[in-house]
């Protein structure tokens, strides 16, 4: 499996067999959005969206035709089974942001969950309800999304074999507090590949949490 950061919250993910998951795909700015990475190129068989906020539902930019997945409980599409996990933008039950959907699947034998936009702590029923992660996409930017702190409990709390941040701040995106350095300060096993993509098995897991800070693609 392969793992490719477009940008913002938006990841390609293509299983050895061809098949390929966007999540969260952003609006450009270019398109009058809210964040500066380029425009999405990218064809998909199935795209996530976790919540209806235009930095990460704007599917009309992948081609490909594909099957979109929105909102809790159980979802099937290009062979892979996608579970939609009630969350919410922020500490209010939604009232200042709306609802978020965390996304678990499976994509060669590797368990991936994409936290969308989460705002709040989540709930040891909720961490029963996600069960064991190998790959965690985690909002890591604070501000209007969860904050630094609870974040790095969550990780914690969630214990994946791999942590790839996402949404943080940087040139493109300004209106976040935290950027990746900032959530790898103090984490005890972080790398940088220097490129926009990564490889996962489940043979060459680490068998502790390593961060992975991938270049944005667009």
Known sequence: MKVKWLGHASFLITADNGTRVITDPYQSSADGGMVGYAKINESADVVAVSHEHGDHNYVSDVSGNPAVVRGVGSHQAAGIDFRGVESYHDTAQGAQRGPN???CFTVDD???CHLGDLGHQL???TLDEIGEVDL???VAGGGPTIDLPELNQLVENISPRVVIPMH???ENCTYTRYTADDFAQGKASVRRPASSETSLSP???PQTTEVV???HAL
């Open 110 to 112: 590797v368990r991936i």
């Open 168 to 170: 943080f701040t940087n």
């Open 136 to 138: 965690l996409l985690a």
């Open 203 to 205: 043979s060459q897991l």
């Open 213 to 215: 800070i991938l270049d």
């Open 101 to 103: 959907t965390l996304f």
């Open 123 to 125: 709930s040891q029923a």
